[in-house]
């Protein structure tokens, strides 16, 4: 997950090969609360594992459910008919998970549980008296610690009774049935129990999971033509033993529009999820297609084929896809005429005001939006007049990722997406899933050099800003130590004559990075290289020019989404010319001995700072005086000189280089 204050996306041009994507929210988080209401224990297959599903479990962790955790599943024992200890208080926190907070304020309302609910301030202003209200028709004791109608809630135990149907409203969020479906078979022992909705039922495909899940849970709900619900008397939760939880229809949508905003020609096939999927947002593969996107289907299989030039905008009623519609809006900035969704008005009431939020962006991109209370209308971007912006993300994961989807842009114009965190909630490693499948022109993914003497602090500053922009890090420097460490124990003498060999052996080595550690024809070598003499082997065959031309394409292929850092002699002069921002790093050599001094003694290396000195002014001497690659800046490097400042200040200071870059490139587009 990019856990920094934005991300650059740059341009994409086209997504390849498959996908298998993380588990449905809306089933993980019914299923989780299911399992808890069971008696017996329940394997949970291909569960997300996102904040909103971590809420859940932790809340049922602390309600008394058994969690056991195994690679690819967890094993949940129920409370069941277990009596809870109604004088014990349970804090139980829900962050703003919508789908947590709603069932658990219905099953503990009917369980004879005390419990404080309370959640991130957004949960504060998300609507709940409905539900409150169709609970306390039947005695149920939940007071309000807030504002009336809005989380923090109470509850206390209290006497259940039911003398008729229970009504509850159904036209501003269907997440309040849901709540009532999946609690009242708690308190159906003795008679059948009816809910009436009040209201044209809103999101009915989010009911009809519902329906499906308790049917798996073994109880049978009598659906009256959305108008009404009966429960049977007698309804009991039995643990299925074993559950699926399928792909996440409504995370597959920025799929399924990556792969129609493709410039490629190859389908992206999405895994697990199909047309039999229980989930509404399984629709939203009809809506695509009714712009125009051409999509091949099987049982648990989907093939989203290129379909940009086949665009075309469309009106439609998205009650049944609420969450899935936003990304029609992302589709409507390519399409060729505008696109007008209606019967959105619960879109205000989600992880942010989503209309509101969608116009304000959309407009940012320089599309004209029009909306209303519950309907909005996008206009397509003129193909060249894309505007650099930097997306506001309200919060709400489905606003980040729907604004990936500008990165398409026939404009070739990158696009920022702020605090792209917010994808947790539902898809912790949405970016990561993303450039995994997208392909952008090389010449568009940013590479930042960093170059400098020995010691200079380079590869601290590099890893450190490729970690503040989400970017990979190349430490080239590793490189040559990799290839000197290879040319060694295979017995070869690190002397020019044998360059031609050295070079072979590099051409056939298999060299892996995984975050610090590194492996050398599968041994793991990250400390062995970090020796002085380790260094001063590099030093000599990096001067050799075979050697270099060995290593120039395992280096440029480390250019990847959504950026690289890059640190080393020749990145900005021989690696990456096009980089458009190159750093030269000096210190003076007394500081760079002693920061080497400190390195190598916290590694518990025994080391002389004079010694170290002399060594690092040789080394100077020896790099820049050197025909091949030698140690001077490129012509158009920023020079910085750390020698007092802290890793911090440097750090900031090529931040702050690289966000004038990205004005600069702004101010350019205009
Ligand atoms: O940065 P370092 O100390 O790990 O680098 C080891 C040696 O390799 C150093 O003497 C410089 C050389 N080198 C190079 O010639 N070209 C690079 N791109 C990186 C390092």
């Known amino acids: ?100 907070m709603r069932p658990l304020c219905a099953a503990l309302a009917l369980s004879g549980v ?33 504002n009336p109608g809005f989380p923090p809630l109470m509850i206390k135990p209290s006497a259940i009774h039911i003398n008729g149907p229970i009504r509850v409203r159904g036209d501003v969020s269907s997440q309040f049935l849901t709540a009532l479906l999946l609690a009242l078979p708690l308190v159906s022992e003795h008679q059948a129990i009816e809910v009436e909705v009040d209201g044209v039922l809103i999101s009915k495909p989010y009911v009809q999971i519902t329906l499906n899940l308790l049917e798996n849970f073994g109880v049978k709900v009598i659906n009256h033509d959305w108008a009404s619900f009966t429960i049977a008397k007698g309804s009991k939760y039995l643990a299925p033993k074993e559950i699926y939880v399928e792909a996440d229809a409504s995370s597959a949508s920025y799929f399924i529009a990556a792969s129609a905003l493709s410039n490629g020609s190859e389908p992206l096939r999405i895994e697990g999820l199909g047309l039999n999927s229980i989930q509404g947002d ?170 400098g003497p020995t010691a200079s602090g380079k590869g601290t500053l590099a890893n450190r800003v ?65 020796t002085e003499q380790m260094g001063m082997n590099a030093s000599q065959i990096s001067s050799f020019k075979a050697v270099r031309e060995a290593l120039l394409d395992v280096q440029r292929n480390a250019r990847q989404l959504p950026g690289l850092v890059a640190d080393g002699r020749d990145m900005g002069s021989v690696i990456f010319p096009d980089s458009p921002l190159k750093i030269f790093l000096t210190a003076d050599a007394l500081t760079r001995a002693k920061r080497r001094h400190k390195q190598l003694i916290s590694k518990g290396i025994s080391a002389n700072i004079d010694v ?16 091949q690659a030698p140690l001077k800046p490129s012509e158009d490097a920023l020079l910085l000189d750390n020698t007092l400042m802290s890793i911090e200040e440097s750090v900031n200071w090529v931040l702050e280089q690289w966000t004038k870059q990205t004005t600069l490139l702004k101010q350019q587009k205009g």
């Open 282 to 451: 399984i629709r939203f593969v009809q809506a695509a297609q009714s712009m125009g996107v051409r999509i091949d289907a099987g049982p648990n299989w989907l093939d989203i084929h290129p379909s940009r030039s086949n665009l075309q905008g469309i009106e439609l009623d998205c009650n049944h896809i609420p969450d899935a519609a936003m990304t029609l809006c992302a589709l409507a900035l390519y399409a060729k005429g505008p696109t007008t969704l209606t019967n959105i008005a619960s879109w205000r009431v989600k992880e942010t005001d989503r209309i509101q939020a969608m116009v304000n962006e959309c407009s940012k991109l320089g599309a004209r939006v029009e909306f209303g209370e519950d309907w909005i209308r996008v206009f397509p971007i003129d193909p060249s007049n894309w505007k650099i912006a930097s997306i506001h993300t309200y919060d709400d994961h489905r606003m980040a990722m729907c604004f990936a989807l500008a990165a398409f842009n026939p404009d070739q114009v990158p696009v920022r997406i702020e605090d792209p965190r917010c994808v947790g909630k539902t898809f912790p490693q949405f970016f990561e899933t993303l450039f995994s499948i997208a392909h952008a022109s090389a010449s568009h993914i940013p590479v930042i050099c960093i170059d």
């Open 114 to 146: 005390q419990a404080h609910l309370t959640g991130i301030a957004r949960m504060y202003e998300r609507p709940i008296q409905d539900l409150v209200d169709a609970l306390k028709q039947i005695g149920a004791d939940i007071e309000y610690l807030g």
């Open 466 to 530: 490729a970690q503040a922009l989400g970017y990979a890090y190349l430490d080239s420097g590793a490189l040559y130590r990799l290839s000197g460490l290879a040319a060694t124990k295979a017995g070869i003498p690190l002397e020019i004559s044998q360059e031609a060999r050295i070079a072979q052996l590099i051409g056939q080595a298999s060299i892996r990075f995984e975050g610090d550690l590194i492996w050398l024809n599968g041994e793991e070598v990250s400390e062995q290289i970090r």
């Open 1 to 100: 997950m990019y856990n920094i204050p934005h991300l650059d996306i740059p341009p994409l041009d086209h997504v390849s090969a498959r996908v298998q994507l993380p588990g449905s929210k809306s089933i993980s988080n019914r299923v989780l609360l299911l399992c808890a209401l069971s008696s017996g224990k329940t394997q949970v297959h291909d569960l997300l594992d996102s904040d909103d599903t971590k809420v859940m479990l932790n809340a049922l962790d602390q309600l008394g459910c058994v969690i056991e955790r195994s690679s690819s599943s967890l094993h949940i024992t129920g409370i069941g008919e277990r009596k809870p200890n109604p004088s014990v208080l349970h804090e139980i926190f829900l962050g703003n998970a919508g789908t947590a």
């Open 612 to 627: 170290l000195h002399s060594d690092l002014l040789a080394r100077d001497e020896r790099d820049m005086s050197r025909s």
